[in-house]
């Protein structure tokens, strides 16, 4: 029975997000093939284009050790949980397993899979370039994402024609443009819809066939227009930063002793996934998916402009501040993660200039949420200036 | 070899010292003190409560042969170690000891966990011992229950009496207590946060266990074999059957006796 | 005007009595559970300052466990308290708070009236000195409050890693090894730990005036240390005010606001 409510509709994202693996098993049982993968550099389009479904591996928050026989400790939580999926079978029912190489501990989690969980056979590694703002990188990811075509076709035993792939854009392109609309609804006065419950909703999209998600978001968006919702309230607050699928850590935020809002979530589990379009209608779809995915937000792995140090991707950021008028700033990285701390470094002299404070708070399996908790309110008291005395 | 002889074995550990006296296959006395960052006097120490406890004096001891990691430092004028066993070879003669059966030996420590195996006549098969990060789990429990309140005893009772479900990081000690204190300071119950707190030890120890084949009987030993709570957790995590000598503490210096006997 | 201020940190409970402005009394209690452990530290203080509960006008409760105080009118966080509290003792000129505590490390910027503009928090890996600290004296079976002095005596001492806790006392304990004595054992680890805050409190930057509170500030083995290390002018500890009281008077005095 199809939800009917807007409320409805976001628990039903919500359920796929707590139990991702029955919502693709589902789907296999209705016939599809569906491929895990383990970074938002795969160019999903071409595994739909072949009928393959794109489902991306999110980490069950179990707190284990069994994966630090496997990886090295000081790798990133994420990269541990998923290395214990894939050695606890728990994605053995996935007919593929593929990833981009961009940062070390996700490829490793990766070889984990295909060395020790039995991926050997069906999985796949695309090559990406090191860093997105060169010349050779758009040709090199051409190659690459041919190279990978054919994989797919082999694999899938039936070739992949132009108009799969264009079917493909069309269909994943719809998707990033309802997620937008959706997103877009943070700066209305009245918002219909919370940041959290659209942090829900875009995680879940990045798990689910794209064709069921554009449905069920295209009632939402229907459902939400014209409503009007509770102004927000108190301190307005953007998180940025790396993988965060511990919708917790976001709901914490309007949990607070003082009021505060998620206006907006700049992360790689957020806006980072569907802040862009593939161009349609390209006689090239290689070439087209090619220039789609270097005009995303950049991955901080992957984020240098040689030869300055500066990174694009607080272009997007600066302009995030100014769309949706933060009074506040989390940044949000896993413990261990390399490349999101070094770009804290950097973005927080931009922040300090625009008068914006923020603070860090490094994920794990676990929330410590009376200290997350305490990060959080310190940063509202800072924001609304409280001083003592009155 | 004279088995009437009287034997003096002490392990040397990082944060405790045991020391055992034996003779004719019997263990006639038991102490141990903490080590205190001085091998030399905490040895001192150990082995004059050892020697009370057994009704001997030291100069009826045909032998004193050391073990632990810090072995090699316990000579001083009052102490005169006459043979040296490594911790492996003391770990797997002293689970033999207790129980004639048993091939793998799980030595849980104060700072260091290690998996033995051995054969019957107790020679090494494969040795496994935990990396830098998941050091120091016997200390973390000492920290955990002295943070609530309690003692190790207390920790490990309160904790069986516990449903709960919380978890805290198993990354190393430092995420553990830092996990744990949030917890009490979330107002979970002692108990349930002492259970999790076991339960960081229990999974460190029992990732280690899945990284070598385990060949049976199983012998738990070392200071923090003597919660019940934690190796009834541990039998759990491993699915197989533990072996629990009554002092577990005392695995290493039995064996460093029993290996080292002239 | 009476007014409270608890802060309930993940190692032991403070809580001052404000009379008029001044410190009358406070206590500590060692952190067993938010809500028990808040009611014992104030009610110690009460008594020492001769008032019963109902002559707190305002009782704000700070630290990692404040949600759990139920008899506190309102909360602040250890932050805004750290602030107030300085600003409070050392007056105007102070700037920057390093509040040491027994689980975490905050470096506090702050106006001269005491309201908190940035912080830094320590990450996941600098977490536990000061427990680290009680663990070690534990191990030698000296006082906490006397280790800091043991630390001063030591001359030379070898180096540990100042990246993580866990990897400073396994390399103690190896050095035990090669015989070097305890006290240098000390002096070497208080080295490290004293690295491990200057980094952050490098991080956060300092701008005079600097003041140190919370637990570690007792320890001189410690501040002396990250004086030489940070090479900035630190405001001296006052003769009559016990550093790890500084957050919960930042609490009462922010009670004192409330209460007008």
């Known amino acids: ?390 | ?262 | 005007m009476i007014s409270a201020g608890i802060d309930v940190g993940a190692v032991s409970t403070k809580a001052v009595i404000l009379v008029d402005g001044e410190p009358r009394a406070s206590a500590q209690t060692p952190t067993l559970g938010p809500e028990a452990s808040a009611a014992a530290a104030f009610d110690t203080a009460l008594a020492r300052a001769g008032l019963r509960r109902e002559d707190v006008r305002c009782v704000v409760a700070t630290g990692r466990g404040r949600a759990r105080v139920s008899f506190a009118t309102r909360t602040v966080t250890e932050i805004a308290g750290a602030a107030a509290g300085a600003v409070r003792i050392w007056g105007p000129s102070v700037r920057t708070v390093l509040d040491a505590g027994g689980e975490s490390c905050r470096v506090i910027h702050c106006t001269e009236r005491g309201r908190a503009t940035s912080f830094l928090w320590n990450d996941k890996c600098a977490a536990g000195i000061g427990r680290s600290l009680e663990t070690l004296a534990g191990m030698i079976n000296v006082d906490v409050t006397g280790i800091g002095e043991l630390a001063l005596r030591a001359g030379e001492s070898p180096r540990l890693s100042d990246f993580c806790a866990v990897y400073a006392l396994s390399e103690l304990l190896d050095l035990v090894r090669s015989k070097v004595p305890a006290e240098q054992l000390v002096a070497a680890y208080h080295d490290a730990m004293a690295r491990r805050i200057s980094t952050l409190v490098g991080r956060a930057g300092v701008t005079k005036s600097f003041v140190i509170v919370g637990g570690l500030a007792r320890n001189a083995g410690i501040v002396n240390r990250v004086d030489a290390l940070l090479k900035v002018d630190r405001l001296a500890a006052k003769p009559d005010w016990d550093p790890v009281f500084t957050v919960a008077l930042g609490a009462a005095v922010f009670a004192e606001g409330f209460s007008r």
């Open chain 1, 1 to 390: 029975m199809p939800p009917k409510t807007a409320r409805a509709i976001i628990e039903y994202f919500r359920g796929v997000t707590e139990d991702p693996h029955a919502y693709a098993r589902s789907l296999q049982q209705k016939g599809q093939r569906v491929a895990g993968y383990m970074c938002t550099h795969v160019p999903e389009e071409v595994l739909y284009a072949a009928g393959i479904v794109p489902v991306r591996i999110i980490t069950a928050h179990t707190p284990q050790a069994i994966s630090r026989s496997y990886i090295h400790e000081t790798y990133c939580s994420f990269s541990h949980d998923c290395a214990y999926q894939g050695l606890e079978h728990k994605y053995d029912y996935l007919d593929l397993v593929v990833t981009a190489s961009s940062c070390i501990h996700m490829s490793e989690a990766f070889n984990v899979w295909v060395r020790f969980a039995g991926f050997q056979t069906k999985s796949y590694l695309i090559p990406y370039p090191h860093i997105m703002q060169t010349k050779p990188a758009r040709g090199f990811m051409v190659e690459s994402f041919a190279e990978f075509k054919q994989f797919i076709e082999s694999f899938a035993g039936r070739a992949i024609t132009d108009a799969d792939l264009e079917a493909a854009i069309g269909v994943y392109n719809r998707n990033r443009r309802l997620l937008k609309q959706l997103w877009d609804l943070l700066k209305l006065e009245r918002p219909p819809i919370s940041g959290p419950d659209l942090a829900t909703v875009t995680l879940a999209a990045q798990v689910m066939d794209k064709a069921e998600c554009n449905r069920l978001l295209e009632q939402l968006v229907h459902k939400l227009a014209g409503k009007q919702g509770r102004a927000p309230a108190g301190v307005r607050v953007m998180a940025t930063g790396g993988a965060c699928d511990h919708t917790g850590v976001l709901d914490l935020i309007e949990r607070l002793s003082y009021p505060a809002t998620l206006v907006f979530v700049d992360s790689c589990t957020a806006a980072r996934y569907f802040w862009f379009e593939v161009p349609e209608g390209r006689p090239d779809k290689l070439d087209a998916i090619a220039e789609g995915y270097l005009s995303r937000i950049p991955c901080p792995a992957k984020d240098v402009v040689p030869g300055t140090g500066e990174k694009e991707r607080f272009r997007f950021v600066q302009q995030f501040i100014e769309e949706y008028r933060p009074d506040a700033v989390v940044c949000l990285y896993q413990r261990f993660c390399s490349p999101q701390p070094m770009d804290v470094v950097a973005l927080k002299p931009i922040l300090e200039k625009l008068g914006i404070p923020s603070t860090d708070l490094e994920l794990d399996t676990t929330i410590p949420l009376a200290q997350f908790g305490t990060q959080l309110e310190a940063l509202l008291e800072i924001t609304q200036r409280m001083a003592p005395g009155g």
């Open chain 2, 1 to 262: 070899m004279d088995r009437s002889q009287i034997v003096a074995g002490i392990d040397s550990g990082h944060v405790d010292t045991k020391a055992v006296v034996m003779s004719g296959g019997k263990v006639l006395g038991y102490a141990s003190a903490p080590t205190r960052l001085d091998p030399a006097t905490a040895a001192g120490t150990a082995l004059n409560g050892a020697l009370a406890d057994a009704g001997m004096s030291q100069s009826e001891l045909a032998g004193i042969v050391s073990t632990g990691i810090f072995r090699d430092v316990l000579e001083s004028p009052a102490l005169h170690v006459t043979a040296t066993v490594s911790e492996h070879m003391a770990d797997a003669r002293g689970a033999l000891f207790s129980n004639q059966k048993a091939r793998t030996v799980v030595d849980l420590g104060g700072n260091v966990h290690k998996i033995i195996r051995f054969d019957g006549a107790g020679n090494l098969v494969d040795v496994a011992q935990n990396d830098k990060c998941a050091d120091g789990l016997g200390i973390f429990l000492s920290t955990a229950a002295h943070s609530l309140g309690l003692s190790e005893p207390e920790l490990s009772e309160l904790a069986l009496g516990s449903t709960g479900s919380h978890a805290i990081a198993i990354q190393c000690s430092l995420s553990a207590q830092t996990d744990a204190t949030d917890l009490v300071c979330q107002g979970i119950a002692a108990a349930d946060v002492a259970r999790a707190a076991l339960g960081y030890v229990v999974e460190r120890v029992a990732s280690l266990c899945r990284s070598m084949p385990l060949a049976e009987e199983v012998v738990v030993a070392g200071g923090l074999a003597q919660s019940a709570a934690l190796v009834g957790q541990l039998r759990t995590a491993l699915g197989v059957h533990l072996s629990l000598p009554e002092r577990p503490q005392y695995v290493g210096a039995i064996g460093a006796a029993v290996r080292g006997q002239p």
